[in-house]
Nanobody, 116 residues
Framework: QVQLVESGGGLVQAGGSLRLSCAAS????????MGWFRQAPGKEREYVCS????????YYAGSVKGRFTLSRDNAKNTVYLQMDSLKPEDTAVYYC?????????WGQGTQVTVTS
């Protein structure tokens, strides 16, 4: 059974940092694209960032570029999202996603709340 389990969310003041982790199990994800999405209250889910299986290409949404850093450890089947200089508008449930092409697999999400 394929599972993606996010962790690391929490409450932080504006300007602070958090590091999210997404541990994948049930299959090998080393060749898959992995990424993060988020959904704020009353808004649609939006793309945050992604990394391809070769680790050669990382994409970021404009709203997080320069503040968030995505990385992966294929040996651990885990992807990380380092979030710095957090803003109240970053408040959302953050979801990990993975798949060989499209994002076929999704985690349950972890809440990130940034206070001003």
């Amino acid at each position: 059974q394929v599972q993606l389990v996010e962790s690391g969310g929490g409450l932080v003041q504006a300007g602070g940092s958090l590091r999210l982790s997404c541990a994948a199990s049930g299959r090998t994800f080393s060749n898959d694209r992995m990424g993060w999405f988020r959904q704020a209250p009353g808004k649609e889910r939006e793309y945050v960032c992604s990394i391809d299986g070769s680790e050669s290409t990382i994409y970021y949404a404009g709203s997080v570029k320069g503040r968030f850093t995505l990385s992966r450890d294929n040996a651990k089947n885990t992807v990380y999202l380092q979030m710095d200089s957090l803003k109240p508008e970053d408040t959302a449930v953050y979801y990990c996603a993975a798949g060989p092409g499209t994002f076929r697999y999704w985690g349950q999400g972890t809440q990130v709340t940034v206070t001003s």
